[in-house]
């Protein structure tokens, strides 16, 4: 009888202690993947985010509206444009790397930039013919190409036939959604 009681004593302190333990494992641990989070990923300001891979993201405007910031998203999934010589990146020098602020995309190098009078940040190619999309836009009773990113969608800007040597392609983009990443050492 002694030995009965004994087991269901170490049995109830048996569950206690469980549940001791869960309670103090979950909870910390999902306040650490908030608070870590963007410190051990500086370019990975959400799940969808990425600088090496390439394949498509397809999702939901409620997702990106969530996990953008809302120039990027009224950009990039409104079709919005910036105001002319507004944009960060319009007369931005330096040598290195555009990446889509949508999705982390490698767009357009600097080398391909030109100091466009427009005011907004133009080069005469991308970085990779897949890139970027094109699509036929009759908004505004204009014909244009608008210009999409190649892995996520986002609405970058317009494509004209003014551009210098040696495409003549003008890739007029908005700077709310390029990220400019300085090659190494040019910092
Ligand atoms: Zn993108």
Redesign the pocket.
Known sequence: MKRALFFVALFIAAVFAFRAITRTAVIPTAMSMISTTPAVRPYAPHPYYSRTDTSR?VLPDSVWKRVLPEVVYDV?RQGNTERQFTGKYWNHDGNGTY???????A?FRSDAKFAASCGWPSFFEPVRRNSVTYHSDFSYGMVRTEV???????H?GHLFEDGPQPTGKRYCMNSA?LDFEPDTGQR
Do not use: E, K
């Open positions: 993201v990039a990446f889509c602020a949508a999705c982390g995309n767009l999409q990113c190649g892995r996520c969608g986002a970058l959604v």
